[in-house]
């Protein structure tokens, strides 16, 4: 099978978690080829490099979205109509909230861009800045978007054309090719498998662990933008979301709270399929397997030092953990700097702000640390320590997460935003209690085998650590459980298995192709071997419950029905034709006597199922002909007789004579 693999600020750039699960499901699945087709996210990402990819992957496609893309194109006037009502479409489909209208200008964009190149010169224009301005007065706009000026035209229409730099790619048409093509997330990363679907009828997979539209909704509630340029965009992204959930032919949410994001945006429950990310179980195996590893007055932070981490509501909840429990510590594991709110889990989309925002945030908790906790010393001549540290991942007091975790018994999340918790699950496989918000999935992720209390309440995060460390015993039965239940549900090896599910259910169940070559599975590949594949080479040809001079009702027999069958088709081989020639017809249909299964699954190009048994049998008869050409050997009685014993030869002789 070929898979189409596409993706937007990751696999094989990224060293994230956006990297590690498309890797991971690359090179577990490697009886299959793929395809990848990435855009790139800035210039420090490509000059970083690519990982190392397997042998099985056969193509490698990248493109940038943050480079200048100007082509040198111009449309004559016959093209530069068409492009005027295809984005006047585009545009009044987003400030009108009319999805309609929005997909037709989408479609009608990447038609024209197909057959001219390019869309880049086209869509940075005087005509579509005035198209967009005009639905931006229209009456069923928006009132911040009725009040853009031209500096917000000119911004949105600049972010419109790196967004839709995609139509301009080649890429779907080589994607035509391919069995299965698989986004592994979704806006911009989708569009090229959205047209391949339009264009070729090419089955489309979309797989979100972090929903793109409300990362999207995040990063730009921390950008310091116009009014009317949010609302625009917010709008394009919840038009393209709504589009691609409606043409996807199957979704995989990586938890609960991205599957209810994807049905508010119109996504069929018939469609929806919850695959939970995988993560290598081995590296926390020694961790796990140790229950007394680990200091038991301990608080363990790890994460990205974010302020949608809510580290500073932590301190606080410490200071009344520490009033209540003197020996307790809280250690702080900074896995890397934020750059803003966004989602937590693989596939998030990027986070909004500034590369300063973070470091300042972890300057500001540095700062309240050390004003909540002053450095204590048994004397004045003493130095004392602080109970909060500071601390880095890859060191060599803690070169790994692993260690990291299992410096303590208790494992502590305070985010207030939330996607698919990483940290929570990777605590969970070192058996660690652990205490966190109500946020996102983190609820679905732990079950039952953790604490869980609201977020913004540091009183509450305080009580719940306090419990736990006073209590080590319920702490090793909750970590044990999590870890029973993290091998369960968030292993590679079930992520892997999910999605090779997903590809076969979609290559055996994918619609037709438009060029004409039909649904996949639909001619089975028994109906090209010659001999009955289900009958055993030992089984006598009489030995059902017909007999060999009397053919089953339904089902043409002996040369003079079927002349293009050869003289061997009568019993035996002439059962070829019967997977692709329309359902059984009963026991009688097999001259074993055993009902063959395989018959009734497909349809075959000449049946007709509303025919009764007369009619069966006719069509059968016309039918196999043109299937008996398919054999692969031009003459399918000596094949036979090289694979029957000499027993089914002899039976065989006895059952021709006695028909004569």
Known sequence: MRIGLLTEGGYPYATGEARLWCDRLVRGLPQHEFELYALSRSAEQEERGRVPLPSHVTRVRTAPLWAPADDGRSYRRRERRRFA?????????????????????????????????????????ETAVRAVESACRAPEASREVQRAQ?????????????????????????????????AAAGGVAALPGLLAKRFFGVPLLVTEYGVQLRAHYLAQSARDERPAVRALLAAFHTRLAGEIYAQADLLTPGNAHARRWQERCGASRER??????????????????????????????????????????????????????PRARLRIFATSVGTGPGG???????????????????????SLAAQLFPDEAADAHAVGENPVTFEEIGGPDVPSPAHAYGSGRVVVLSSVIEGFPITLAEAMFCGRATVSTDVGAVVEVIGGTGLVVPP??????????????????????????????ALELFTVEQNVAAFQDAYLRLLAHGPARPDGAGVPFEQPPEARVPGHWATPTWAAPHSGSVPPSAPSEGRAAGPASDP?????????????????????????????????PGRAAVPGPGSAPDAGPAGHGAGRAADRAPHADQVSHPDPAPYADRVMVPAARAARAAGSEASA
């Open 344 to 366: 937590a889990g693989p596939g998030a989309g990027p986070g909004g702000g500034h590369h300063e925002v973070g470091h300042g945030y972890l300057a500001d908790c540095r």
């Open 85 to 125: 009502a295809a984005f006047t479409e585009l545009v009044r489909g987003i400030c009108g909230a009319d999805p309609v209208r929005f997909a037709d200008g989408l479609y009608g964009l990447a038609a024209l861009a197909s057959e001219q190149g390019g869309l880049y010169a086209a869509l940075r224009s």
């Open 150 to 182: 031209v500096a917000d035209l000119l911004e949105f229409v600049d972010e419109l054309e790196r967004m839709l730099r995609p139509l301009s790619l080649d890429w779907y048409e080589e994607l035509s090719e391919v069995d299965v093509c698989h």
């Open 272 to 325: 929806l399929r919850t695959v939970y990310p995988g993560m290598e179980a081995d590296r926390f195996a020694a961790v796990g397997e140790d229950p007394a590893c680990g200091d038991p007055h301990t608080l363990v932070w790890v994460g990205r030092v974010d302020p949608a981490k809510d580290l500073i509501a932590l301190l606080h909840a410490f200071a009344e953990v520490r009033r209540a429990e």
């Open 456 to 485: 913004r309440n540091p009183r509450a995060l305080a009580e719940a650590c306090v419990t736990l460390l006073r209590d080590p015993e319920r702490a090793q039965r909750l970590g044990s459980a999590a870890r029973a239940r």
């Open 564 to 596: 293009a069958a050869g003289p061997a088709s009568a019993p035996v081989s002439g059962q070829v034709d019967a997977p692709a020639g329309g359902a059984a017809a009963g026991p009688q249909a097999d001259v074993t006597g055993a009902p063959d």
